[in-house]
Nanobody, 127 residues
Framework: QVQLEESGGGLVQAGGSLRLSCAASGRTFSRYAMGWFRQAPGKEREFVAAISWSGSNTYYADSVKGRFTMSRENAKNTMYLQMSSLKPEDTAVYYC????????????????????WGQGTQVTVSS
């Protein structure tokens, strides 16, 4: 049974930093792309960041580019999202996700591409 478990969320002041982690179990995903999405109250789930299986290619939403950094450790089956210069508009539930199969990075920003999802971790940024 595949499980993705996020950690690292919490309450932080604007301008602060948080590091999210997502550990996968039940299967090895070293050849799969991974991603982070977020969903604020009353809004649709939106793409935040994605990373190729090797970690050599990363993709970011314009709203987080230059502030967030995604990385992964295949040996630990874990992905990370380092968030800096946080803003109140970053407040949301953050979800990690893993691709459905090893393949190219086309449509990597679409949530429909991902098969495995974590339960989400709340990030709240106060002004």
């Amino acid at each position: 049974q595949v499980q993705l478990e996020e950690s690292g969320g919490g309450l932080v002041q604007a301008g602060g930093s948080l590091r999210l982690s997502c550990a996968a179990s039940g299967r090895t995903f070293s050849r799969y792309a991974m991603g982070w999405f977020r969903q604020a109250p009353g809004k649709e789930r939106e793409f935040v960041a994605a990373i190729s299986w090797s970690g050599s290619n990363t993709y970011y939403a314009d709203s987080v580019k230059g502030r967030f950094t995604m990385s992964r450790e295949n040996a630990k089956n874990t992905m990370y999202l380092q968030m800096s210069s946080l803003k109140p508009e970053d407040t949301a539930v953050y979800y990690c996700a893993v691709d459905s199969s090893p393949r190219s990075m086309e449509l990597i920003t679409s949530p429909r591409r991902y098969k495995y999802w974590g339960q989400g971790t709340q990030v709240t940024v106060s002004s």
